[in-house]
């Protein structure tokens, strides 16, 4: 296995050289073929997705892993169109970061340079294997895909389709390459080629990313789990946090921005718990609650203290009273995950306070925490949302897969001893 993976990296790095020289127009060229030949594959795509699927149902899979799993052809539509608009997205090689000529005559400039070979460790979610390779090829670096055994079908198709959309076009298809997956030990060749792979991304849930994290030689960039919290402020628009939480939660449960935790100021508490647990439960979403949003709203189920370190990625949400803005604060940075925070209110002193001191990769005023995303943020794809502060935080795209170096012109200087 240390000899697959090893060989398929020294390959990647061979076409990432090649992809590193490439012009704008040429990785736009190979992007938009390859959302063609996604689009004309579809049925072969659904078809092996469909025995995924079903082996994941008979294992017990969990209904969030079978829904991030699950590719309908509006997905793929959907998944095919992320390539087309990272293709319309400005090109981030070559750009200068900044530069200056020295009193000595040395022209400096600091531009950005593809990574090289980027490592993908994932779940079952075959949308990453595409907006990762496209990611990738665009920011000009070669992709390992490591995916899991429950999308093995669906990946090796996507994965084959796109090869041959760059072979056709006289592109490496080595640029693309699936790692076996079927035995872990090619996560840990991957996460250790030091040298061979420049860095590692994992995405999925905590035990796969601590496990990366804690086990790479490979720099690593943590995508991390989605604790996201609500906090409706005393001085709330009620109508529209009503709409917000809804939306925070019950839009896509499954995916890392759902809201999983409620908090509620206990100045509104008695008009609000009421109408949001009701509205909730007529959502299908059950609600763990603390003893004072339970009395509020009878039904809630008990919130235990797991509770509130649980990303459910499903119809469930825990949900408290506090007393104060500093309450909620206090709740989020015990028990926040720095993924993304929402507040609701109509006090902009509160809101001000609460972007400033609440620690998240995204902190956001009076709109749904669904908007934390690569997509809707303008980045085309995302290859992963980072809740580290090192290199790369929040949705991570084109400018999060490169680096930089500096570039010094001279004309004989020789630096004095």
């Known amino acids: 296995m240390r000899d697959e993976v090893h060989s398929a990296a020294r390959r990647a790095r061979v076409a990432a050289g090649v992809l590193a020289q ?6 736009d060229q190979a992007l938009l073929a390859m959302a063609d030949a996604l689009r004309a594959q579809v049925e072969p795509i659904l ?10 149902q008979d294992a017990g899979m969990t209904s969030a892993l079978v829904d991030r799993l699950t590719l309908t052809e509006q997905r793929v539509e959907a998944i ?4 087309t608009k990272v293709a319309a997205l400005p090109d981030p090689v070559g750009e200068v970061i900044r530069g200056s000529t020295l009193a000595n005559g040395l022209q400096l400039r600091q531009v950005r340079v593809p990574m090289g070979v980027v490592g993908m460790v994932y779940e079952a979610r075959p949308n990453v294997t595409v907006d990762a390779a496209g990611l990738a090829l665009k920011s000009g670096n070669a992709a390992l895909l490591r995916g899991s055994s429950s999308a093995v079908h669906t990946n090796t198709v996507l994965v084959e389709v796109m090869r041959e959309a760059l072979t056709e076009l006289g592109l490496p298809a080595d640029a693309v390459q699936l790692l076996p997956c079927q035995d872990r030990a090619s996560v840990h060749h991957l996460i250790t080629a030091r040298g061979l792979v420049d860095l590692v991304i994992p995405r999925g849930g905590a035990g796969l990313i601590s496990s990366v994290v804690l086990g790479a030689t490979v720099p690593t960039v943590e995508t991390g789990i989605g604790n996201c919290h ?5 001085a709330a628009d009620l109508d529209v946090a009503e709409r917000l939480v809804i939306n925070s939660k019950v839009r896509r449960p499954s995916v890392c921005n759902s809201a999983e935790t409620l908090l509620v100021h206990a100045d509104v508490a008695e008009r609000f718990v009421p109408s949001i647990a009701a509205a909730l439960r007529v959502a299908g979403v059950t609600v763990h609650g603390d003893d004072r949003f339970a009395a509020l709203a009878p039904g809630t189920l008990p919130a235990t203290d ?6 459910y990625l499903s119809l469930d949400i825990a949900a408290a009273v506090v007393d104060s803005l500093d309450d909620a604060i206090a709740h989020i940075t015990e028990h926040g995950s720095q993924h993304t925070e929402a507040i609701v209110t109509t006090d902009l002193a509160a809101a001000n306070a609460f972007t400033a001191r609440v620690d998240a990769a995204a902190v956001i005023v009076n709109a749904s925490t669904g908007f934390t995303d690569g997509e809707e943020f303008g980045m085309g794809a995302e290859i992963g949302i980072s809740t580290q502060k090192l290199h790369a935080r929040g949705p991570m795209a084109l400018t999060e897969l490169t680096t930089t170096k500096w570039i010094v012109w001279g004309d004989g200087q020789v630096r004095p001893g």
């Open 47 to 56: 078809a092996a997705n469909a025995e995924d699927v079903r082996a994941g």
């Open 306 to 311: 797991e509770d509130w370190d649980t990303e």
């Open 22 to 27: 490439l012009r704008r127009a040429e990785k």
């Open 80 to 83: 095919a169109g992320g390539l």
């Open 230 to 234: 609500v906090y409706v402020d005393a």
